[in-house]
Structures are given as C-alpha cells and as structure tokens.
C-alpha cells in the first residue's frame, strides 16, 4: 500500500501544473481580495433584556451618507458614496473615480419596537438600538419554596 501525502495548498499539481498558482496569483490578488472584502461593513447584533444593538462598521462615512428604512419588518440601511480626484501635469489629464455602495437588510423580531429605534453615528461606527416591546420584556419574580 501506498500512502500519498495531501497538500492543500498543490490541489491537482500532478494533474495540471502551474493551473492553480495562475488563479491564486490573480484571485489572490490584493485589489481581488480589498474588492470583496470591502463591498459590505461588517455588523455585530447583540441583545439585552431591554433591546437589541446593531453595530455596522463603516469609517471614512458621514452620517449623511447613510439611509435607514424600515419596510413592514425589514430594517434596511445602505449607503452610497463616490469621489472624483483629478491631477493635471504636463500633456495629460488624469482622473480617478471612486464609487462605494453597500445595503444590508435585517428582519426585525415581532419583539423590537419599530417606533422607538434610535441611531447615533460616531468614530466610523453606526450604532442602532431596537427597544423591545413592554410585552417582550423579559420579567423575573422570586418564586418561594415551601
């Protein structure tokens, strides 16, 4: 019996030599890899007793720049930016555009109070907090043992 040891890293090297490291030298690229990773901020969603907490990461943004909706239980915030630089030297004109969009959609618990949301914007992070219903509060009482 033979044992052939497995490499990650060569998947089918003995098949198609050079095949892989073409694809991971264009797809593992940093202008492949900064694209996908930036299209959409990362969201941390806690929870508390009294309400939820959204915290979207998203630096360089305004306030202005974002929209926040609610349609029926969908709680939608996006953002859209662009940014035009040119520069001007000798015989030829440069210009570099910029454009930036995201939408990250949340459904909302039957338990969130949709009237009351409140959302602050500070330090490139959009913080929301979703107050829950009276109803949906969590009550505790000491129950006596006898």
């Known amino acids: 019996m033979t044992l052939v ?4 890293e060569k998947k089918n090297s003995a098949l198609l030599p050079g095949f892989n490291d073409i694809f991971e030298s264009v797809l593992g690229d940093t202008f492949f890899t900064d694209r996908r990773t930036a299209s959409v901020p990362a969201v941390n969603i806690s929870e508390s007793a ?20 609610i349609e029926k239980d969908i709680l939608s915030i996006s953002s859209q930016r662009s940014e035009e630089s040119s520069s001007e030297s000798k015989t030829y004109n440069r210009r570099e555009y910029s454009y930036s969009a995201f939408t990250r959609s949340f459904t909302l618990p039957e338990s969130a109070d949709a009237d009351r949301i409140h959302a602050s914007y500070t330090d490139g992070v959009l ?19 006898s």
């Not at 959204?54 to 974002?66: H, N, Q, R, W």
């Open 127 to 145: 913080k929301m907090t979703l107050p829950k219903k009276e109803e949906a509060k969590a009550v505790s009482r000491q129950i006596e043992i």
């Open 5 to 8: 040891k497995f490499n990650p």
């Open 50 to 69: 009294e309400a939820y907490q959204i915290e979207l990461a998203a630096p360089g943004l305004k306030k202005e720049d974002f929209k926040v909706s």
